[in-house]
């Protein structure tokens, strides 16, 4: 889920920014997100870059691990079978996975995925994030706000073209924006032959790039979720561990012209569901990795990226944490934000640990300088590509020098609020539809404004105190980082304390009115620069400073970086072979693994929990919040086998963006969905292990017997086929 507090301007681009820039579209990361540490040199043949071994991979569908899985597992994954998970595979766009279970256009992903979503539905008087929310007729069915699906439908190759449009001897401003045009050309292209949504996609950073097409849906509601007390047991104190006790799961409705969407594919549900060394597979868009970042890159996210995040992210747990306590009300409209950023605190705080344990860093170095070595061998190789670590680390350096006004306001973090973002995607919107499609922002391109309008013109609930709070924190923080002296300071308080500027901002802006913000959208650079709105004038102020700074961040660092990080590619390519999956960027990729418990601290650890395992969680914890199950539970526990299997762990290699992944058996049938991954998991963004990671999804099994016995979900169970 994204916990994104303004409009989502630069969801477009997200795989530049993720590896170094904590914008706030990816600062949360789904619980079912990282893995482990490497042991003993577990690691090395992945970091030397030779074929993948064990279960790791989160491999693209037009190239899956064919030889691994024959070698390993005895299973030819055939191109029919490819097809139908890949099709049957949702991506929640705001963030997260999920899949088609019916013919009839029915969605499931996680609870927490579909949090916002059921927020923005509920009322003070209808808190379905407390009540959870069942759709006992057709009618009943609740329509999202700004919720969009994308099934993928094709993969292009494209990196010729994109490579192509640089010609040898640009400095990296015009190959800046040379690229960047053929990008947008490519997407309005597609979108114009095809009527799909069409995103070109950075692959080993910066090593190939290929052309998704997406089967684009918004009108999505909401069918079925429980209670958080149910999908969420146990809280921010289990989150990332096992044993685990998660109805984590929701369900929505796909509708297409009015009705249903009549799925061609989706996943057959298996009522047996999943057993103990079982093979399985992942469909899901795991967020953003950086296994194939050089040493120096992997220290500028230690030493300055993630501190820069984990502190912001401590300060604002700390804010919406006092305002939830208030009251219930405070709890209801704060507890999806601050859920994200409690999730993605405990996270980072998990993978900078990775990064500050010696042993690791040292693995990394070792796998790094035996590259190196292989390419300074070859005359060749040493002239194509022998520069290319050290063109990585001059880009750092240009970072490292406007990184903090980077954050502050070109991403927006000084101006925490969504009418703040709301704003500024009017201000940007209005000078870039000035320009051609070649010349535009990414997010601003001719492809993707429908989903960016689709999202900026959302009727979802706006709350002035909140916003208030939350626009008068950040314009703290910016004083504090810059001074009271700042020049851009100064004219963003204009003579006002934060709290009072804030104020002043958030109650004389109009742009909560969606007709205000059509109006102003479609008035063009005329319009915007008549407004007198305050938050408007707000962003106008600010947006020369952060255009400048996107600037030199596109021309200085993103570019010259994806140029060294494809010399990089191809000198392991030329060394190692090209059996080697790409980082993880958003988009579809197939894991596998298997289901198998672990060991910790000298104890098995099974590879199941048990429906009656819940209320013995609880009862150890004595039925205190966060281990309170709900009333719905307690009322019918006699009704339930108790020995049902629950949740379960397996090897495969997710992180966040996964969350909702169906987990599926060797026939394509579902036996699953991710949720999580254990404490063990939080390095993964740099490493693979198999030794204690696990996967942690809810057994197929566990969640027919919940809805039968405890929601008496029949209109679900029916179309699920499960009797």
């Known amino acids: 889920m994204s916990h994104n507090p303004r409009v989502n301007e630069l969801s477009r681009f997200r795989g530049d920014w993720a590896k170094d820039l904590p914008i706030a579209s990816l600062s949360e990361y789904h619980r079912g997100v990282r893995l482990s540490i490497c042991f003993q040199g577990a690691c090395l043949l992945f970091l030397l870059g030779s074929a993948a071994r064990a279960d790791e991979g989160m491999w693209l569908f037009n190239d899956p691990p064919r030889k691994i899985l024959k070698e390993k597992y005895n299973f030819d994954v055939s191109n029919p079978w490819l097809e139908h998970v890949q099709r049957s595979s949702v991506r929640f766009n705001d963030g997260g996975s ?25 009322t003070k008087e209808h808190d379905y994030i407390k009540t959870g929310f069942t759709a006992r007729t057709p009618a009943e069915e609740a329509k999202c706000a700004d919720l969009e699906l994308n099934i993928l439908m094709s993969i292009e190759d494209v990196t010729a073209r994109v490579n192509g449009a640089v010609a040898s001897g640009m400095d990296t401003s015009a190959a800046q924006r040379a690229r960047r045009a053929a990008i947008n050309t490519l997407e309005k292209e597609s979108l114009d032959k095809t009527g799909l949504r069409s995103d070109v996609v950075t692959l080993y950073n910066g090593g190939a790039y290929h052309l998704y097409r997406y089967k684009k849906y918004t009108d999505v509601r909401l069918v079925f979720a429980p209670e958080k007390e149910a999908a969420f047991f146990g809280g921010d104190p289990d989150n990332f561990e096992f044993p685990r006790y998660d109805l984590d799961i929701c369900f929505f409705r796909v509708y297409e012209n009015g009705q249903p969407l009549k799925a061609e594919h989706y996943l057959k549900w298996n009522q047996q569901g999943a057993r103990n060394g079982d093979l399985v597979f992942v469909s899901g868009h795991p967020g953003s990795t950086a296994r194939l970042n050089t040493v120096r890159h992997l220290e500028f996210l230690r030493d300055r990226a993630n501190p820069f995040l984990m502190n912001s992210l401590r300060r604002r747990e700390l804010l919406l944490r006092v305002f939830s306590e208030r009251d219930r009300e405070n709890l209801r409209r704060a507890q999806d934000e601050l859920f994200g950023v409690e999730n993605s605190r405990k996270a980072y705080t998990g993978m900078q640990g990775g990064l500050e344990d010696p042993a690791l860093m040292e693995q990394k170095r070792a796998a790094e300088q035996q590259l190196r070595d292989a390419v300074n061998r070859d005359p060749k190789l040493r002239e194509a590509y022998g520069n290319a670590w050290d063109e990585v680390a001059a880009t750092l350096r240009t970072l490292d020098g406007i990184y903090t006004d980077l954050n502050l306001i070109e991403s927006g973090r000084a101006f925490h609020s969504r009418l703040f973002g709301i704003a500024r995607t009017l201000v940007r919107l209005a000078e870039e539809s000035q320009k051609p499609n070649g010349e535009r922002l990414r997010e601003y391109s001719e492809a993707g404004l429908e989903s ?65 913000r059509k109006r102003l959208a479609e008035g063009g650079l005329k319009a915007v620069e008549a407004s007198g709105d305050p938050m408007i004038r707000l962003a106008r102020l600010v947006d020369p400073a952060a255009r400048q700074l996107r600037r030199v961040y596109d021309e200085q660092v993103i570019e010259p970086r994806r140029q060294a990080y494809g010399k990089i590619a191809q000198a392991r390519f030329a060394v190692y072979g090209t059996n080697i999956y790409p980082d993880a960027t958003f988009t579809l990729r197939l894991a596998f693994g298997e289901v198998k418990g672990y060991e910790e601290n000298g104890k098995a650890v099974p590879w199941v929990t048990t429906v009656g395992g819940a209320f013995a969680h609880a009862a150890d914890h004595g039925d205190q919040d966060p281990f309170h199950l709900p009333k719905s539970w307690t009322d019918r526990k006699s009704r339930l086998n108790l020995t049902t299997p629950f949740n379960f762990v397996n090897t495969a290699d997710i992180i966040g963006g996964n969350s909702g992944s169906p987990v599926v058996n060797r026939e394509g049938e579902l036996v699953g969905i991710i949720f999580d991954g254990n404490i063990q998991s939080l390095v993964l963004d740099y490493l693979y292990t198999d030794k204690q990671a696990r996967a942690l999804a809810v057994h197929s099994a566990g969640i027919a017997e919940a809805l039968r016995k405890i929601y008496g979900a029949d209109r679900v169970l029916a179309e699920l086929g499960i009797r």
């Open 452 to 516: 960016l309008k689709q999202e900026l013109f959302s009727d979802a609930p706006i709350y002035d105190d909140l916003e208030t709070l939350e626009l008068a924190d950040s314009l703290s923080m910016y004083v504090e980082m810059k001074g009271t002296t700042d020049a851009l300071v100064e004219k963003a308080l204009e003579g006002k304390s934060p709290r009072a500027r804030a104020d002043e901002l958030i109650r004389g802006t109009k742009l909560k009115d969606v007709a205000e």
């Open 98 to 122: 999920g899949s088609f279970v019916s013919p009839n256009g029915l969605v499931m992903t996680n609870h927490h995925v579909g949090t916002d979503c059921i927020q923005k539905l509920g």
